[in-house]
């Protein structure tokens, strides 16, 4: 069935790095664009980016523009997110969706994986 | 940003009720809008896309309505399943933004 797995969460101290994985299956992976969201009790829900379907374009929220990479490796059904710099108001709860529809660039989430904790503390 | 507001954030009613969760964008949206359930420790769960579809598998119970800047969920009548905590997403614009939620209760 359709799926998404996330991986690579933890304890981390304030500015260090942690790398999530985004394991998918049951579907097209290299047709759709991928996408992390995070939730924490103080923000919510928070769309912290998107990387397209061929990875050829990126964009991210200004809270983590320049400190997290989102990456895809179609020949691996498999999407990445690289964190840097890690802040305490980072620590949330890490999932990585899928939109509805192949090759779009805007729709709705009707995909979502386990959801992975990532944690920023001293 | 384009911010979405939820109202109620908290709503108490009783299983029958008919029942109704309200979302502002602060920007027009066109029908760029999708609801979500969510149980607690559990990812979110797509119920209503582009505003007024429902997505596949989605009790009939639930329906959407709106465009532009206002728009609704409706619960026409609620089940024990259904007190849990809601919010919409608007995708129009980057950054994609979430309303803060609205926590259906059981009087």
């Known amino acids: 069935q359709v799926q998404l797995v996330e991986s690579g969460g933890g304890v981390v101290q304030p500015g260090g790095s942690l790398r999530l994985s985004c394991a998918a299956s049951g579907f097209t992976f290299s047709s759709y664009g991928m996408y992390w969201v995070r939730q924490s009790p103080d923000k919510g829900l928070e769309w912290v980016g998107v990387v397209s379907y061929d990875g050829s374009n990126r964009y991210y929220a200004d809270s983590v523009k320049g400190r997290f990479t989102i990456s895809r490796d179609n020949s691996k059904n498999t999407l990445s997110l690289q964190m840097d710099s890690l802040r305490v108001e980072d620590t949330a709860i890490y999932y990585c969706?899928?939109?509805?529809?192949?090759?779009?660039?805007?729709?709705?989430?009707?995909?979502w994986g386990q959801g992975t904790l990532v944690t920023v503390s001293s | 940003d384009i911010q979405m507001t939820q109202s109620p954030s908290t709503l108490s009613a009783y299983v029958g009720d008919r029942v109704t969760i309200t979302c502002r964008a602060s920007q027009s949206i066109s029908n760029s809008l999708a609801w979500y359930q969510q149980r607690p420790g559990k990812a979110p769960k797509l119920l209503i896309y582009r505003a007024s579809s429902l997505e596949t598998a989605v009790p009939s119970r639930f329906s959407g309505s709106g465009s532009g800047t206002e728009f609704t969920l409706a619960i026409s009548s609620l089940q024990p399943d259904d007190f849990t905590t809601y919010y919409c997403?608007?995708?129009?614009?980057?950054?994609?933004?979430f309303g803060q939620g609205t926590r259906v209760e059981i009087k």
């Open positions: 997403q608007q995708y129009k614009t980057y950054p994609w933004t």
């Open positions: 969706a899928r939109i509805r529809t192949a090759l779009a660039t805007g729709d709705a989430f009707d995909i």
